[in-house]
């Protein structure tokens, strides 16, 4: 058994951002990424901050807005749509979860699509699927590919399932990794809480990428020997001996699942470092296509 480590790719994703962001300073632009958070969830607040301080270390331009839990729809929405005229705003995120009073739906599609880095926008989510490379792809997604491309998985004819079917990762992920060319022409099986015969299905995988928010659900009875496990949950479980009264822990049972496979992500240290790799990384692409620049660098 071998640890993916997201770390130490994400640091090298980050080395290639950080010279394209000096090589568009050439060209007389600078990558701006506006980020809104939206109340005071703890995660999402240090999501936020974690995104803010590596903006400042590669040297983009950087805007975080910071609304209260009360902001209306329409409040955020004209937030939004200034961003959206912003010429210095290259990529435009909006933190999730958002309160419940407001439709997250309406939100992403008022984003820009050509600011839409999360990828998101129905626009995007078609580009996606019809292979159109001038899309942007779900940050997740994206970093899973990499973390595979990274270690040389085979892709190319693999057999993958991928256990979670959200637009987040699920769905996006199953469309990447089918799509042809280098980093696809997977056989992908998407499974769900509703999958029957589920130990049946992941057994017959080479590679098993979780994206289901249930700790600890993959077992080893659901994995074969040699398998490659990308374990996209984050999951906070209760733990007296930690400050905090709690750790985080994946979708996968990594004590015993570790074992038995070739390769393996932690949580953490695994796919997170990667989310925001990616949303950088997919600005500078933003920044790119906005200034008919040619594209510097492409994960």
Do not use: W
Not at 46 to 69: D, I, M, N
Request: hydrophobic share 40%; net charge neutral.
């Amino acid at each position: 058994m071998k640890l993916i480590d997201g770390k130490t790719v994400a640091e090298k994703i980050h080395e290639q951002t950080h010279a394209s962001v000096q090589m568009l300073a050439k060209r007389g632009h600078r990558p701006g990424l506006a980020v809104i958070l939206v109340g005071d969830n703890p995660a999402s607040r240090t999501y936020v901050r974690k995104k803010a301080e590596q903006c400042a270390k590669l040297g983009f331009h950087s805007v975080k807005l910071e609304l209260p839990e009360n902001t209306s729809q329409g409040e955020l929405l004209a937030h939004v749509a200034t961003f959206n005229q912003d010429p210095e705003i290259h990529g435009i995120l909006v933190q999730s979860p958002l309160p419940t009073h407001i439709n997250e739906a309406k939100i992403v599609h008022a984003i820009s699509p050509e600011k839409d880095v999360d990828g998101f926008h129905p626009i995007n989510v078609a580009k996606l699927a019809l292979e159109d490379p001038s899309g942007f792809i779900p940050c997740t997604p994206l970093g899973c590919r990499c973390l595979l491309l990274e270690y040389g998985v085979p892709i190319s004819g693999a057999n993958v399932v991928v256990l979670g079917r959200s637009m987040i990762v699920g769905k996006s992920l199953a469309l990447l990794l089918m799509q042809r060319g280098s980093g696809g022409d997977a056989t992908v099986t998407v499974a769900h809480s509703r999958t029957l015969h589920l130990e049946t299905i992941t057994r017959a995988a080479d590679i098993v990428i979780t994206a289901i928010g249930s700790p600890h659900f993959l077992q080893a009875k659901h994995v074969r020997d040699g398998a490659v496990v990308i374990d996209v949950g984050i999951n906070r479980v209760e733990d007296a001996s930690q400050k905090n009264g709690y750790r985080l822990v994946g979708d996968v049972d990594f004590e015993n699942v570790a074992p038995k496979c070739s390769l393996i992500t932690p949580v953490p240290g695994g796919v997170g470092p990667m989310t925001i790799a990616m949303l950088l990384s997919n600005t500078i692409k933003a920044c790119c296509q906005i200034h008919g620049v040619q594209v510097l660098h492409s994960t």
